[in-house]
């Protein structure tokens, strides 16, 4: 027998982040709704958040802003990628 859902949740984010994140849940079968749930139920499992959130240290930053200008290396495929890192 399922739950009866009358609770909300609301908040408030950048536009631009909510249509593409709303793009890969769509792709994935996902509803908001059910994204949040989702969410919510993994909290509950975990006991806080579902991912390791971390702050990002310089090196980090720098290649997080490098990959945002574009810059960096690119690679056709996977085996590019793993003969580059010497895996």
Known sequence: ???T?????RALI???VKKQAEDILNELGLSVS??????YRQ????HGLPFEL???NKK?????ENSR?????RFSTTEELYNDLGI
Do not use: H, N
Request: aromatic share 6%; glycine share 12%; net charge positive.
């Open 54 to 56: 971390r702050v990002p």
């Open 14 to 16: 950048d536009p631009e």
């Open 60 to 64: 980090m930053m720098k290649a997080i």
């Open 43 to 46: 909290v509950i499992a975990q």
């Open 69 to 73: 200008q574009g810059k960096g290396k």
């Open 1 to 3: 027998m399922g739950t």
């Open 34 to 39: 059910g994204s949040f749930e989702l969410f």
């Open 5 to 9: 859902k009358t609770a909300t949740a």
